[in-house]
């Protein structure tokens, strides 16, 4: 699919966020409210359900690494790549790697086993998402703090010019607490790149001014963004 040169994605994001593919068997077709039901019923199945999923995929370990990084299966997580290391680079149709899968659930210990196993850091998706973008897009600031100290890249910007900064600006408004944590986290790094626009032109933040309460934290990085050149 083609897009517009004045295609804004995060417009996209903020109006359709909840349609956000979250790799081949998490889509879903309802609203910001039903997916935040969604979330918290996640917590709710029972250990013979889980089990039961995963016997169902016993044959395909690809989509049961898959899943088992999203919902946090670390023993089956470990069994898988005892039988085939190579597992751990496995994706999905749109690009999705377990190390995506698990950022963005903010699974900490799946990241850490995954960083321990060889997983890629900065693996992209087809939409050019890295698992940083995706920990920073759903506020999960511990998974990011711990890609970061990995060497996840910090300024990597989308297919749509996006950076993890801009996708954290745009969740601004998020009830998560750690909304907030995920700018704070991103604006204290050394060598952050604030001024970097997306393809529709735009500073992370511009986008945090129009998206939500936090945008006085970019006081922190005002002198980087607004330095006048030497002529």
């Given at each position: 699919m083609e897009f517009p040169e004045d295609?804004?994605?995060?417009?996209?994001?903020?109006?359709?966020?909840?349609?956000?593919?979250?790799?081949?068997?998490?889509?879903?077709?309802?609203?910001?409210?039903?997916?935040?039901?969604?979330?918290?019923?996640?917590?709710?199945?029972?250990?013979?359900?889980?089990?039961?999923?995963?016997?169902?995929?016993?044959?395909?370990?690809?989509?049961?690494?898959?899943?088992?990084?999203?919902?946090?299966?670390?023993?089956?997580?470990?069994?898988?790549?005892?039988?085939?290391?190579?597992?751990?680079?496995?994706?999905?149709?749109d690009g999705y790697t377990p190390l995506h899968r698990a950022a963005y659930s903010g699974h900490v210990d799946v990241v850490s086993a995954l960083l321990a196993a060889g997983s890629k850091i900065n693996p992209r998706t087809i939409d050019g998402w890295t698992p940083l973008h995706s920990a920073c897009r759903w506020s999960r600031v511990t998974v990011a703090s711990l890609l970061l100290r990995h060497g996840a890249e910090l300024n990597a910007q989308t297919n749509g010019g996006l950076t993890a900064l801009h996708l954290a600006a745009s969740h601004s408004s998020s009830i998560r607490t750690d909304s907030a944590h995920t700018l704070e986290l991103l604006l204290s790094q050394r060598f952050l790149k604030p001024g970097l626009r997306s393809n529709s032109g735009e500073t992370a933040s511009e986008v945090a001014r129009r998206s939500g309460p936090h945008h006085f934290l970019f006081e922190m990085v005002e002198d980087c963004v607004?330095?006048?050149?030497?002529?």
């Open positions: 295609f804004n994605q995060l417009e996209l994001l903020n109006t359709h966020g909840q349609l956000i593919p979250r790799g081949a068997s998490s889509l879903w077709t309802g609203s910001k409210d039903e997916e935040e039901e969604v979330e918290e019923e996640e917590g709710d199945h029972s250990e013979e359900w889980y089990l039961e999923k995963e016997e169902t995929l016993k044959d395909k370990p690809k989509e049961l690494i898959l899943w088992a990084a999203e919902n946090n299966r670390l023993a089956t997580f470990h069994r898988l790549l005892t039988a085939d290391p190579l597992l751990v680079h496995c994706c999905d149709e607004n330095v006048v050149p030497m002529l």
